[in-house]
């Protein structure tokens, strides 16, 4: 790993929350340096594994759309 | 393409003044994440239908008491909501017996449902089970940012204001999620593709 830059740089690369800086700097040297390549690959893949989405019950969906009903009261706009 | 979206704050307040499909839309658009984040905190179907209503009917009395002040952070506020709510619930899990998952619960959402054979829904639905497994074995700490940030799409930021922690430990906390799960996965072989 380069001595500037860290997992930890790589990983908010990865969630493209690292700085401007940072992102050019791994941006430039990244296609040179292998390593970085393979930890990225391995989060891409580690989280492509984890990617599932589970969806409430539409009973459930159902329950709170009443409540939101029975909650709300028109007031009008200001 | 795509009609400019509303943003949540816009449906809050078109809500508060009477317009009830505003809600719905805010709901439906963020279900999906509130839900599976919740899902995966708990580890129980069932446990997880419960406090997202909690989460949600929380989310509908404050609205209406006029108490929502965070115009488009909505899912930060909403995701707060339920973190607190799951920790309360598996804290009393902890002091109660287990209660058992059921086996037929789980309706995974995921793309191209309706073209898997029922093979296919039967292996994907074991290894999500299993990846649940996983997650719910890392440290409580580290299982959270990991929820935020990869199922509640949280930023790190946000993360950090959330559970009123440093951004850098919380980083590190992702850090060392990804690294044990990885461990977990090698020495369980998950079959993951």
């Not at chain 2, 949600?56 to 008491?65: D, R």
């Amino acid at each position: 790993m380069d001595a500037a830059i860290t997992q930890t740089d790589l990983l908010l690369y990865y969630y493209d929350e690292c700085s401007a800086d940072r992102k050019a700097m791994i941006d430039s040297q990244l296609p040179a340096n292998p390593e970085w390549q393979s930890y990225l690959n391995s989060l891409s893949d580690l989280f492509h594994d984890l990617d599932f989405v589970a969806i409430p019950n539409p009973t459930t969906v159902n329950i709170v759309l009443e409540e939101s009903i029975s909650f709300s009261s028109p007031v009008g706009s200001e | 393409m795509d009609a400019p979206m509303i943003t949540d704050g816009v449906l809050i307040q078109r809500y508060v003044a009477g317009n009830q499909a505003a809600f719905e839309t805010l709901l439906k658009r963020h279900r999906a994440r509130i839900f599976t984040s919740i899902y995966v905190l708990v580890n129980d179907r069932y446990l997880a239908e419960d406090i997202f209503q909690e989460v949600f009917i929380k989310v509908i009395q404050s609205v209406n008491a006029g108490k929502y002040s965070h115009e488009d952070k909505f899912l930060p506020w909403a995701m707060r909501i339920a973190r607190n709510l799951s920790i309360d619930h598996i804290r009393q899990r902890k002091r109660m017996p287990m209660i058992t998952d059921s086996e037929g619960g789980d309706i995974f959402d995921n793309i191209g449902l309706f073209e898997k054979s029922p093979e296919q829904l039967r292996i994907e639905k074991d290894k999500n089970a299993q990846l649940r497994a996983m997650i719910w074995k890392l440290p409580e700490e580290q299982r959270e940012v990991l929820v935020l940030r990869h199922y509640a799409d949280l930023s790190f930021k946000e993360i950090a204001v959330l559970t009123e922690s440093n951004l850098n430990t919380c980083i590190g906390r992702m850090h060392y999620a990804v690294l044990n799960l990885r461990k977990m996965m090698q020495k369980n072989t998950v079959v993951v593709k």
